[in-house]
C-alpha cells in the first residue's frame, strides 16, 4: 500500500510541475497578458540642420495618432516647436498638431502655431515632412518656396515640401512609426 501511495504522490507531483511549467512559458510568451495596441502612426525626435553659413536651426516633434484615430489622421494629437536663428537674430515657433500621415520613414505632420516671436505667426498653420534615414535624416518644410511661415495663406492640413534638407551630424535621432491604414 505505501508503494502504491508513494507512487500517486510522484505522479501527482510530476503533474504539478508540467501544469506550472506550462502555465509559465504561457505567461512569459505573454498569453494572458494585455499588451498595449502599438501607436496608429508617430513622429518623435529632434535635430539641427546644416547650414554652411552656420545657422542655428532646430526642429523637435511629439506627433501621435491613436489605434482607436487610424483611419483618421486629422486625429493626430502633439506639438512641434522649430527654431531658427543666424548671428543672433531669428524666431522659434511651437505648433499644436492637427494631421500626421507617415509612410514607410517618411513622416509629413503639419499643425497651427500657438506661440512664437515671429510677428504675424501665430494661427498659421504649418508643415514639415521628415525623412527618417538613421544618421542622414532630412527634413522639408511647407514655408520652403514663401520663405516665412508667415507667408504661408491657407495651407491645409498635412502638406509640406520634400525633405530637401540635412541633419546636422551627430544631432538627428528622428523616428517615424509607419501608418498602415485599413484599405
Same mark, same amino acid.
Given at each position: 500500500?505505501?508503494?502504491?501511495?508513494? =507512487?500517486? %504522490?510522484?505522479?501527482?507531483?510530476? &503533474?504539478?510541475?508540467?501544469?506550472?511549467?506550462?502555465? #509559465? %512559458?504561457?505567461?512569459?510568451? #505573454?498569453?494572458? %497578458?494585455?499588451?498595449?495596441?502599438?501607436?496608429?502612426?508617430? $513622429?518623435?525626435?529632434?535635430?539641427?540642420?546644416?547650414?554652411?553659413?552656420?545657422?542655428? =536651426?532646430? +526642429? !523637435?516633434?511629439?506627433?501621435?495618432?491613436?489605434?482607436?484615430?487610424?483611419?483618421?489622421?486629422? @486625429? &493626430?494629437?502633439?506639438?512641434?516647436? +522649430?527654431?531658427?536663428?543666424?548671428? /543672433?537674430? /531669428?524666431?522659434?515657433?511651437?505648433? @499644436?498638431?492637427?494631421?500626421?500621415?507617415? #509612410?514607410?520613414?517618411? &513622416?509629413?505632420?503639419? #499643425?497651427? =502655431?500657438?506661440?512664437?516671436? $515671429?510677428?504675424?505667426?501665430?494661427?498659421?498653420?504649418?508643415?514639415?515632412?521628415?525623412?527618417? $534615414?538613421?544618421?542622414?535624416?532630412?527634413?522639408?518644410?511647407?514655408?520652403? /518656396?514663401?520663405? !516665412?511661415?508667415?507667408?504661408?495663406?491657407?495651407?491645409?492640413?498635412?502638406? !509640406?515640401?520634400?525633405?530637401?534638407?540635412?541633419?546636422?551630424?551627430?544631432?538627428?535621432?528622428?523616428?517615424?512609426?509607419?501608418?498602415?491604414?485599413? $484599405?
Amino acid at each position: 500500500m505505501q508503494r502504491r501511495t508513494r =507512487i500517486a %504522490a510522484i505522479t501527482c507531483a510530476a &503533474a504539478l510541475l508540467i501544469t506550472a511549467g506550462t502555465a #509559465g %512559458a504561457a505567461m512569459a510568451s #505573454g498569453a494572458g %497578458a494585455h499588451h498595449p495596441q502599438r501607436e496608429a502612426a508617430a $513622429l518623435t525626435g529632434t535635430a539641427q540642420l546644416y547650414r554652411s553659413a552656420g545657422d542655428d =536651426i532646430t +526642429f !523637435s516633434f511629439d506627433a501621435h495618432l491613436a489605434p482607436k484615430d487610424n483611419m483618421n489622421p486629422r @486625429k &493626430a494629437t502633439g506639438t512641434f516647436e +522649430f527654431s531658427h536663428y543666424l548671428h /543672433g537674430n /531669428g524666431a522659434w515657433a511651437k505648433a @499644436k498638431v492637427d494631421c500626421l500621415v507617415t #509612410g514607410g520613414k517618411v &513622416a509629413v505632420v503639419s #499643425g497651427v =502655431i500657438t506661440a512664437s516671436d $515671429l510677428p504675424g505667426a501665430k494661427g498659421k498653420r504649418v508643415g514639415v515632412t521628415v525623412h527618417d $534615414l538613421g544618421r542622414h535624416d532630412r527634413l522639408g518644410y511647407s514655408w520652403a /518656396g514663401v520663405g !516665412s511661415p508667415t507667408d504661408t495663406k491657407d495651407l491645409p492640413p498635412c502638406v !509640406s515640401s520634400a525633405p530637401f534638407e540635412k541633419v546636422k551630424r551627430g544631432t538627428g535621432d528622428f523616428e517615424v512609426v509607419p501608418w498602415n491604414p485599413a $484599405l
